[in-house]
């Protein structure tokens, strides 16, 4: 089995800088992409960012600039480092990842249980 565990969401004044953490673990051959959705109340899903295993990154236009993912292939971890937080960035964090659990098997999705962010004073 597979397991994405995240961490670092909560109550945030607007202007903050909280770090998301998303870890891997379990059944994993090796990990293609991960990334960070998003979603607010009485709306659909949205991607935040997203990397490969090689670093490259792309960002929802309403993040960009302010939002930095990151990786750490070794430690099968996703990071994304929040800057100038805005009422409406206000929303549950989803981590994904898609993923070869073992050598052979179909490249999958696997997604966290996400952690609450509230942008408010």
């Known amino acids: 089995q597979v397991q994405l565990v995240e961490s670092g969401g909560g109550l945030v004044q607007p202007g903050g800088s909280p770090r998301l953490s998303c870890a891997a673990s379990?059944?994993?051959?090796?990990?293609?992409?991960m990334g960070w959705y998003r979603q607010a109340p009485g709306k659909e899903r949205e991607l935040v960012a997203a990397?490969?295993?090689?670093?490259?990154?792309n960002y929802a236009d309403s993040v960009k600039g302010r939002f930095t993912i990151s990786r750490d292939n070794a430690k099968n971890t996703v990071y994304l480092q929040m800057n100038s937080l805005k009422p409406e960035d206000t929303a549950v964090y989803y981590c994904n990842a898609a993923l070869y659990p073992y050598l052979g098997a179909n490249e999958s999705d696997y997604w966290g249980q996400g952690t609450q962010v509230t942008v408010s004073s």
């Open positions: 379990g059944s994993i051959f090796s990990i293609s992409a």
């Open positions: 990397i490969t295993h090689g670093s490259r990154t």
